[in-house]
């Protein structure tokens, strides 16, 4: 029979790491979080099961541990139970998630509050690890919370019992297409569940070649962002929940997990920021991160980093992304000393391009594509992701009010994507469009992956033919012999064809996405691929960025919507959707009518009503007003401008 060892190490015994850089830890950053309101004993079993009940036909074993070195385990039979009973010390929702192996079917993981079940979910039969979450459950002080597994017809392993407030927001979706309902309810509580609760224990640089990490620390303001068997999050997978987490209400987690990022791209990391950092908001993980100079470093990530800052202050109107030295100065470095100390190799004339060496990750790779093996001294994805992060630093600093820098960069993301188009990619289309230079100069075409789709989904591709022969090539490569292996590369694409749009083919995607998260992922130590933290992350995101086409911004308490519903789907909606302090129900009718209602705030919106095409007339509230077209990227839209008071619903309608 096999028997199973939990998660990643909570091994008091074991010293706190140092951290393996000091120059990251910046004093002036906030103090560590106080100790969790709902605290587990050794919930990676690594203490041997301390805290934990055991009944006859249990115990914990060391032969086949999800993460660490132990796991505990249910032998087959009826009346077995493994149990920790903990105390709230506070008021607070919870999920609660474990790994969880089975050699058959009939067992039980419950929930118990007081003593009466509240969540309770009966096992599959399913011999590799999957990850289970129950709640939420809401608690008071002094409240008592019993997870339990129960035995059933096969073996039970368990590990990594997990903890997770539940998320500040809770937006729900209604269809007349129950599949996109389904998919939004599963990715929305899934997401949720990798959700740290600040002030826990957990172990430090845990990964595949120390399972127990190096020592323990105290996790701070985070998610999960990247292979659930590490103690971290990385950049790349941050930045691409980053929206899926604001849709979410995580705004805490976006800015901190931002913050750590940008305190770590220091004159030493040459404006670098470290590729992951652990669950504490301080230390790097360590298997990404061997000195100041040898540690994994990707062009894309910190232009990617300032672009997603861009966007949380959208989503959440904190002023911090504006005031927060650290924050700030990371902008700067990135858009102004990062691109002069990385550009040489290539002459690019006037404008500047941030560059790779060509040597592979630990030396700064261009591309987010790590499986090819082209010497790339400039990539695709890290030239689009530069005209975002130069677009989103003249966004930023015309909020802030400095109008010379807003301009500046303004212009330097125009000349970027000017001499894009017309020099760096020339005029190719489809597989002929250049995607990349090597070290030697040479112009890649063909398919790259990242290289090849972050072109599109950046924007940085001129609209017109161009631009959607590219988006057909881009399709009918992921579709054939070029898709990649993993799912969490595949997540993009819903994005690149929304960006284009494409409804209906970033519906297939999503559609695909979904209906993969039952099937083992390619690594088998990260479960199924719906155990990968970007696919319910990037899912909700897509679902309301990308079908429902919201753009928010909370500090200017402005809200821009464009339906972008796919073929059969005659209406979507969502509720509980919070962009800064307010909370709005949105429906769109095809693409001829969205209805807003301003559920709950203090301050009026301006919604800007976007609908594809030139229409004749539209109608507010039954109104007729005159229709005003824009074009934007190359597309033309009826746009109405209306004032929505909190309590108010307002019906736009064009014909």
Do not use: C
């Not at 100069?441 to 924007?459: D, I, V």
């Amino acid at each position: 029979m096999t028997r199973s060892r939990t998660t990643l190490l909570l091994a008091a015994a074991l010293a706190f790491l140092a951290p393996l850089a000091t120059a990251h830890a910046d004093p002036a950053r906030p103090s560590a979080p106080a100790p969790a309101l709902l605290a587990v004993t050794d919930p990676g079993f690594e203490q041997g099961g301390a805290g934990w009940e055991f009944t006859r036909g249990t115990g914990v074993a060391v032969n086949n541990p999800h993460a660490g070195s132990r796991l505990a385990y249910l032998d087959a039979g009826s009346g077995m139970t493994v149990s920790q009973t903990v105390t709230a010390t506070g008021h607070g929702s919870y999920l609660v998630s474990a790994w969880i192996a089975t050699g058959g079917p009939g067992g039980r993981y419950v929930l118990r509050v007081n003593g009466a079940d509240v969540a309770a979910r009966t096992l599959p039969a399913a011999a590799n690890y999957r990850r289970h979450t129950l709640g939420g459950v809401t608690l008071a002080p002094g409240d008592r919370l019993e997870i339990a597994f129960e035995s059933g017809q096969g073996w039970i392993n368990v590990d990594d019992v997990m903890v997770s407030p539940a998320t500040p927001a809770d937006p729900r979706v209604s269809s007349s297409d129950p599949e996109i309902a389904a998919m939004f309810d599963w990715a929305k509580s899934k997401a949720g569940s990798w959700v740290h609760l600040p002030g826990t224990q957990g172990p430090l640089n845990a990964d595949e070649r120390q399972t127990g990490g190096t020592g323990t620390g105290v996790y701070a303001p985070s998610y999960w962002a990247g292979y659930a068997n590490r103690s971290g999050y990385y950049s790349r997978d941050a930045a691409h929940q980053l929206a899926g987490a604001g849709v979410l209400g995580l705004h805490a987690e976006n800015r901190e997990m931002l913050r750590a990022f940008a305190a770590s791209a220091t004159a030493g990391h040459a404006y670098y920021p470290v590729w992951a950092l652990n669950f504490d908001n301080r230390t790097p993980l360590s298997i990404d991160y061997r000195s100041p100079s040898l540690f994994v470093r990707e062009v894309p990530a910190p232009f990617e980093l300032v672009q997603k800052a861009e966007e949380a202050y959208r989503w959440s109107g904190d002023p911090a992304y504006l005031d927060d030295p650290a924050l700030w100065e990371f902008y700067r470095h990135t858009t102004e000393e990062f691109v002069a100390l990385h550009d040489g190799q290539k002459d690019n004339g006037p404008v500047k391009v941030a560059e790779g060496t060509g040597r592979g990750i630990f030396q700064g790779t261009a591309s987010y594509n790590e499986q090819s093996d082209e010497p790339l001294t400039e990539a695709g994805d890290a030239i689009g992701s530069q005209y975002q992060a130069y677009r989103a630093m003249a966004a930023l600093a015309r909020a802030k009010g400095d109008r010379a820098t807003a301009d500046l960069f303004g212009r330097r993301a125009r000349d970027l994507k000017a001499y894009f188009n017309s020099t760096w990619s020339g005029t190719g289309s489809g597989a002929d469009m250049v995607r990349g230079y090597t070290t030697d100069g040479r112009a890649l075409t063909g398919w790259g992956k990242e290289n090849s789709w972050f072109m599109p989904m950046k924007g940085i591709i001129a609209p017109g033919a161009r631009r959607e022969a590219y988006l057909d090539y881009v399709d009918a490569q992921a579709e054939g012999d070029g898709r990649p292996d993993n799912i969490e590369a595949l997540t993009y694409l819903p994005d690149t064809f929304f960006a284009g749009n494409r409804p209906d083919t970033a519906w297939k995607w999503m559609r695909h996405i979904y209906a993969q998260k039952d099937v083992q992922h390619v690594n088998s130590r990260q479960g199924t691929n719906g155990d990968y933290p970007e696919v319910s992350f990037t899912l909700v995101a897509q679902t309301v960025q990308g079908l429902m086409g919201v753009t928010p911004n909370a500090p200017a308490h402005t809200l821009t919507t464009q339906p972008r519903l796919p073929s059969g789907m005659d209406w979507l909606s969502v509720e509980d959707l919070r962009i800064g302090d307010s909370a709005f129900t949105l429906r769109h009718d095809e693409d001829r009518r969205s209805t807003l209602t301003h559920t709950t705030g203090t301050t009026a919106y301006t919604w800007e009503a976007r609908f594809p095409g030139a229409h004749t007339a539209v109608t507010v509230d039954g109104v007729r007003r005159p229709a005003r077209t824009e074009v934007v990227d190359g597309v033309t839209y009826t746009v109405v401008r209306t004032h929505v008071a909190p309590g108010r619903t307002v019906t736009v309608e064009v014909r």
